[in-house]
């Protein structure tokens, strides 16, 4: 079977407007790579990266902007090192200059060892990743943070499936919102999202705006074993493309 996260093409690529690209980064590159990665970064993120207490933090932090700079460059043509961001609504970053102005907008999510990095071309966008974990108390934080609907099913679910699905509706919502961009100020019972066993993502209904849920469409991701993921895109129509960073073409 074909690898779902193969190496990308090397050199500049090009976003068809009907393509997300998705890549898988690992956030533990060898020490070289690491070096040249560090290199590119911004005066701002270098700052932010010595105020990690724990290396393996710092180290995680300068080797997921470094990968967002060598990704995005790829599309926009100018080094790593000279992209420049800007401060969306609510903090959500985006390119800025001629790269923004272009219309490529681009999401991003850690964990663990893990990146995810989603690109496309006008239109919103918001990816999210988890690394799966025991949720001894999944339930407890499922009544604070999932929807009454996405209650019910939570509760019916059998105990060998509720940690995954609990992940699922997690990153599923958690995609969602940073479309979105409006961060933890958009309140996350106001929407609900498929995710029992077998359920394809998808956003079932949001709350004082109906057509909202029809704006957006989802995708679970499967990054590797012990991570799940999820993709909400604007519009209908897109597919997406999948390339894993760490593999050399
Ligand atoms: C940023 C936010 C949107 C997601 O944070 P997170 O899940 O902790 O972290 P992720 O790794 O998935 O995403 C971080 C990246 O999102 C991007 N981001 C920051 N603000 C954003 C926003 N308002 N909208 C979209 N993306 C944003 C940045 O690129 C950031 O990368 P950085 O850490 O290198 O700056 C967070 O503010 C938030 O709202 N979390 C909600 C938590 C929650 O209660 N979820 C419940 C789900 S049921």
Not at 10 to 34: I, T, Y
Not at 115 to 128: H, I, N, S
Not at 192 to 205: W, Y
Request: hydrophobic residues 45%.
């Amino acid at each position: 079977m074909a690898d779902a996260w193969p190496p990308a093409p090397a050199g500049p690529l090009a976003l068809a407007p009907d393509a997300v690209h998705v890549w898988r980064a690992s956030l533990r590159p060898p020490a070289e790579v690491l070096a040249r990665l560090e290199a590119t970064l911004s005066p701002d993120e270098r700052a932010r990266a010595a105020r990690f207490h724990f290396p393996q933090h710092r180290t995680a932090f300068v080797a997921g902007r470094g990968v967002q700079r060598e990704i995005l460059a790829r599309y926009t043509g100018l080094p790593p090192a000279a992209l420049a961001y800007r401060e969306g609504s609510h903090g959500k970053p985006e390119l800025d200059g001629a790269a923004g102005a272009a219309g490529i907008r681009f999401n991003v999510s850690n964990s663990g060892d893990l990146a995810l990095y989603a690109v496309t071309v006008r239109r919103e966008l918001g990816v999210d990743l988890e690394q799966l974990k025991p949720m001894p108390d999944g339930m407890d934080i499922a009544r604070r943070f999932f929807s009454a609907p996405e209650n019910e099913v939570f509760a019916a679910l059998a105990d060998d499936v509720r940690d995954l699905a609990f992940f699922r509706c997690w990153t599923r919502k958690e995609a969602y919102i940073k479309a979105v961009g409006e961060g933890l100020s958009m309140p996350l019972d106001r929407f609900d999202v498929a995710f029992a066993p077998g359920e394809p993502a998808r956003i079932l209904r949001t709350r004082g705006n109906p057509a909202e849920a029809e704006r957006w469409t989802m995708l679970a991701l499967e990054p590797g074993p012990g991570y799940v993921g999820a993709l909400a895109v604007e519009g209908a129509g897109w597919h997406p493309v999948l390339f894993d960073w760490n593999a050399a073409a």
